[in-house]
């Protein structure tokens, strides 16, 4: 089952569906909380679980929100490897951590190297258009296969 802090992380990385946070919400233990953003408002609940996890001690600029980055990205990258996802989609989601950790101590590393072949990146990129992506994702992959699995 997905911890609620990757939730909150996916959340603000623009990667969670509302419909994702009611399919985790459903399955936690139930705090009063959790299901008063499961009742609540569909527009609310995005950022209802990123207050919430605030709320407890979760920062999603931090190295565990840094691990649980590195954990989504690479969770993209094997679709995408696989011809079932769009690059074009994992390298706005590369953007999206780089900007988000930019200037911080807490800067998932390997995000730089993706950072690099997906610059100028568009939703039109394919690893067919793109030869260069392929190897950079199958070694990330490979390297960070495992690792921030806090899901």
């Known amino acids: 089952m997905k911890s609620i802090e ?23 233990q139930s705090e009063a909380e959790l299901a008063a953003i499961l009742r609540g408002p569909r527009k609310d609940k995005v950022a209802s679980v990123v207050r919430f996890t605030a709320e407890r001690g979760f920062e999603p ?15 993209l990258a094997e679709p995408v490897l696989a011809g079932t ?3 074009g989609r994992l390298g706005e989601l590369v953007k999206r951590v780089d900007a ?11 995000v730089h190297e993706l950072w690099n072949a997906f610059d100028w990146s568009d939703e039109t990129w394919t690893l067919e258009s793109q030869p ?8 990330f992959v490979s390297v960070y296969h495992g690792e921030g699995t806090a899901t």
């Open 6 to 28: 990757r939730l909150a992380m996916e959340c603000v990385l623009g990667v969670a569906s509302v419909e994702d946070v009611e399919a985790c919400l459903a399955g936690q």
């Open 61 to 75: 600029i931090s190295a565990a929100g840094g691990k649980l980055a590195l954990a989504i990205v690479r969770d």
């Open 85 to 87: 996802l769009v690059a």
């Open 100 to 110: 988000l950790f930019l200037d911080s101590a807490h800067y998932p590393a390997p």
């Open 132 to 139: 260069h992506l392929r190897p950079v994702l199958e070694r």
